[in-house]
């Protein structure tokens, strides 16, 4: 059977079509057949993640397997999720399906690790801070972990949904302050664990590469490893 | 039922991304769940569609119906096709599929009658000229139809395969001359009539939009049109 990478996206849109451009740009192709086959789902009514895990509004699970099922009978043979949040349910998700699923949280550890860096900042919805999903798992490496102050953390989710409602330009301003308060904490490393992130920082990310570690792109060469070898 | 734009692509995979952008810029959304749900296949394995034409190469067919049935069993009610040349295949596809199909071939000679404007110039490929893709549906409305010389569109040929194959800087060189070449010719209007064109003239699309019809933009708005209408 012929593999092909099903993407779980639509959270949100624009989060999935950067991470597309991104398998485009890391497969070295000379002609359309050399890129990796992707079935993309970007069907964006999946209730919002942090407010069903912060606020108990309507849980996004049933959405997420559904979707899951149709990139699996549309041809999909591993599943990948351009969500951080939504990792708060990946392992339901995998123990519901029997195709291979590649996470993009243990994606995001492995990178921090290979970078021997020890003093870890994250930018990341409410959600993803408040479920702890990269927090315990760096700790456990022995890294330090740290996070923006709690009003620093509103003015991060500010600047996240200004990006999902156009406004990159006033999500960089909010976003590149918070960047600079982690710093200031001493990170030496920052995660930018939410998939709008790395849009948002778009410029900046090609500025100073070594900085961050931009989730989409680890978990885009994740998968691009497990094509190359499957 | 739940309406879901399917899009086959893969011919070639940046085309298929840039589809997936204009989708996203041409959609006014405050948060994800405004934005149109999609289903995106780029499967890239398609045989070449002007191989396959020109000399004999292998059927595209065969992939291409496959893939819209993959898209249709994942819940795509409406489909659409991000490459010019495969609408050379349109009309049997859609008859062997009962969800309805959207042409880009038909979105874009509505958005040239939509201009008034009478001399109409195509940077497409090969196999989109030796069909007579566009030619015949201008010439039935009355227009002029202009297209480069045959020296010329072996460079327009070399652009494409060379975003293809990664070289923009090249490729809009390349395709550069030869828009230059047609308003020579007289051309008012030029139909960016292969997908790949749209990315090789992005910057020159932004600063002189009315000079183009970007193909990919065109059918992107019939199937948001289409979604808000069904």
Same mark, same amino acid.
């Given at each position: 059977m012929?593999?092909?990478?099903g #993407?779980?996206?639509?959270?949100g849109?624009?989060a999935?079509a950067?991470? $597309?451009?991104? $398998?485009?740009q890391?497969t070295?192709?000379?002609k359309?057949q050399d890129?990796i086959?992707l079935?993309?789902?970007?069907? +964006?009514?999946?209730?919002d993640r942090s407010?069903?895990?912060? /606020?108990?509004?309507?849980? +996004?699970? +049933?959405f997420?397997e559904?979707? =899951? ?6 041809g999909?043979?591993?599943i #990948?999720?351009a969500?951080?949040t939504?990792?708060?349910? $990946?392992s ?5 399906? !029997?195709?291979?699923?590649l /996470?993009m #949280?243990d994606?995001?550890v492995d990178? =921090?690790l290979n %970078?021997?860096m020890?003093?870890i900042?994250? *930018?990341? %919805?409410d959600?993803t801070?408040a479920?702890?999903?990269?927090k @315990?798992k760096?700790?456990e490496?022995?890294?330090t $972990?740290?996070?923006p ?13 200004s *990006?999902k409602?156009g @406004? ?7 976003m590149?302050?918070q960047?600079?308060?982690? #710093? ?7 995660i930018?664990?939410c %998939?709008? =992130?790395p849009i ?6 090609? !500025?100073n +590469? @070594? *900085?961050?570690?931009?989730s989409?792109? =680890? *978990?885009?060469q994740?998968?691009?490893?497990w094509? !190359?070898t499957?």
């Amino acid at each position: 059977m012929k593999n092909v990478i099903g #993407i779980l996206g639509g959270m949100g849109p624009a989060a999935t079509a950067d991470m $597309f451009q991104k $398998f485009i740009q890391l497969t070295p192709a000379k002609k359309d057949q050399d890129h990796i086959p992707l079935l993309i789902s970007s069907i +964006p009514d999946i209730p919002d993640r942090s407010a069903s895990i912060l /606020s108990n509004g309507e849980n +996004p699970k +049933p959405f997420m397997e559904k979707y =899951v099922k149709g990139l699996q009978v549309a041809g999909a043979t591993c599943i #990948i999720i351009a969500c951080n949040t939504a990792h708060y349910w $990946f392992s339901d998700l995998k123990k519901r399906t !029997n195709i291979e699923m590649l /996470s993009m #949280i243990d994606a995001v550890v492995d990178a =921090v690790l290979n %970078t021997r860096m020890q003093r870890i900042g994250l *930018l990341a %919805t409410d959600a993803t801070l408040a479920t702890n999903l990269y927090k @315990n798992k760096l700790e456990e490496h022995g890294l330090t $972990f740290i996070r923006p102050t709690i009003q620093g953390q509103k003015k991060v989710m500010e600047s996240i949904y200004s *990006l999902k409602g156009g @406004n990159l330009k006033l999500a960089t301003e909010l976003m590149l302050a918070q960047r600079d308060e982690l #710093i200031k904490q001493g990170a030496e490393l920052i995660i930018l664990g939410c %998939t709008e =992130v790395p849009i948002v920082l778009a410029d900046e990310l090609k !500025n100073n +590469p @070594n *900085l961050y570690i931009d989730s989409t792109q =680890v *978990l885009v060469q994740a998968a691009i490893d497990w094509y !190359n070898t499957h």
